[in-house]
C-alpha cells in the first residue's frame, strides 16, 4: 500500500511523518541515534511537541546531492533507477513505512543515497555499512518486500562507493518487533518511554527546562535510591579511570625506560606523541588589553540547568 507526496506540501509531509514510523526513525527506536533519544521521538509521534522544520548542513547537501549520487550510481553500474515519490506501508503494520530514494529498475532492489564526512570514511570500508544505515534499508525492504538494496555514498565530496546489501530476514525480524513494540506501546499505548542516557537526551531535556518557576516541591523516596546508586557509580568510574591511568602509566614507563616513543606487541602498535596545543590565555589578555576584557560586548550569556545535590542532614 502506497500514497503519493508529490501534491503534499512540506508542512503536510510534516504531519504526516507523525502517523508512522519511516526509515529515518528506525535508528532512533533502536537506539542508535546520537542525535535524537526514544524518548524526543516519543514527544514528537504524540504531538507533545512541535516537529523542528529544520535541517542541519549535511542533510541539506544530502538531500542536495542525492540525484548526484543516484546518477553516478547508474553510470558506475550501467543500472536504472527511478524516483517513487510515495510513501509505503507495510501491509500487516501500515504504521511501518517507507520513503525510498529510488527504484531499481527491472530488478527487485531500491538505491538508497548518502553522503559521508570524510572522518566518517572508516564506517565504509570493506563490506562495512554504518549499523543505523544498515537497519534503515532493512526496514525499507521489509516494508516494500525487496530482496536487496543497494547503499551508494559520497564520502568527503570527492570519493564514491557502491554497496550490495542483501536483505537479513532473521535482522528485519528482531527490528520489527522493536518498531512494533514501540508503536503499541508508547505511541498508542501512551507509555513514556524510559529516559536514557544518551547526550541527545540530556541536550533535549536542558533545552525544553531551560525557564523553571522558582518552586519547590517533594519527590518520591524512589528518587533517593537512584541517587544512592548514582554515587556508587560515580565511586566505581573514578576507580575505573584510576586502573586505566595505572595501565597508561605502566605502558609510558616502559617506553620511557627503552628511551622510545614506539612500542609494537603481537596484536597493537603504541605511539607516545608529543601533541601542542594553543589555548588562549586569559590572565594575559587581560593585562596586555584590559580594555578589551572590560568590553561587555565580547562575551555572550548562556544559561542551563545543572544538578545540585545536597545531603539532608
Known amino acids: 500500500m502506497s500514497k503519493s507526496t508529490l501534491d503534499m506540501s512540506h508542512q503536510e509531509w510534516l504531519e504526516d511523518r507523525k502517523r508512522g514510523i519511516g526509515g529515518s526513525d528506525v535508528a532512533t527506536v533502536l537506539g ?176 525544553r527546562y531551560s525557564e523553571l518557576d522558582s518552586t519547590e516541591i517533594m519527590l518520591h523516596a524512589d528518587y533517593d535510591v537512584l541517587l544512592d546508586q548514582k554515587e556508587e557509580l560515580l565511586k566505581n568510574k573514578k576507580e575505573l579511570e584510576k586502573s586505566i591511568r595505572q595501565i597508561d602509566n605502566q605502558i609510558i614507563q616502559e617506553l620511557g625506560i627503552k628511551n622510545a616513543s614506539t612500542g609494537i606487541t603481537p596484536n597493537r602498535i603504541i605511539c607516545l606523541k608529543s601533541v601542542v596545543s594553543k589555548r588562549k590565555d586569559l590572565k594575559k589578555i587581560a593585562e596586555k588589553y584590559p580594555y578589551v576584557m572590560k568590553d561587555e560586548e565580547i562575551y555572550s550569556l548562556s544559561t542551563s540547568n545543572r544538578l545540585v545535590i545536597k545531603e539532608i542532614q
Open 32 to 207: 542508535l541515534n546520537k542525535y535524537k533519544s526514544p524518548y524526543q521521538l516519543w514527544l514528537e509521534k504524540t504531538g507533545q511537541i512541535e516537529l523542528k522544520d529544520s535541517e542541519s548542513e549535511p542533510a541539506y547537501w544530502g538531500n542536495v546531492l542525492e540525484e548526484v549520487v543516484a546518477k553516478e550510481f547508474q553510470e558506475r553500474t550501467g543500472k536504472k533507477v527511478r524516483r517513487r515519490n510515495q510513501v509505503f506501508e507495510h501491509p500487516l503494520h501500515p504504521f511501518l513505512r517507507a520513503n525510498i530514494d529510488r527504484d531499481v529498475v527491472g530488478e527487485n532492489a531500491i538505491l538508497e543515497c548518502k553522503t559521508a564526512n570524510q572522518f566518517l570514511s572508516k564506517e565504509w570500508e570493506g563490506e562495512e555499512v554504518p549499523l543505523s544505515y544498515l537497519c534503515q534499508v532493512q526496514h525499507y525492504m521489509n516494508v516494500l518486500n525487496k530482496d536487496y538494496c543497494y547503499i551508494a555514498v559520497l564520502i568527503g565530496g570527492q570519493r564514491f562507493i557502491w554497496k550490495r546489501v542483501e536483505r537479513d530476514q532473521e535482522l528485519i525480524d528482531i527490528i520489527t518487533e522493536r518498531l512494533v513494540d514501540f508503536w503499541e506501546t508508547n505511541i498508542i499505548g501512551g507509555e513514556e518511554p524510559l529516559i536514557d542516557g544518551s547526550k541527545a537526551t540530556l541536550d533535549f531535556l536542558k533545552e
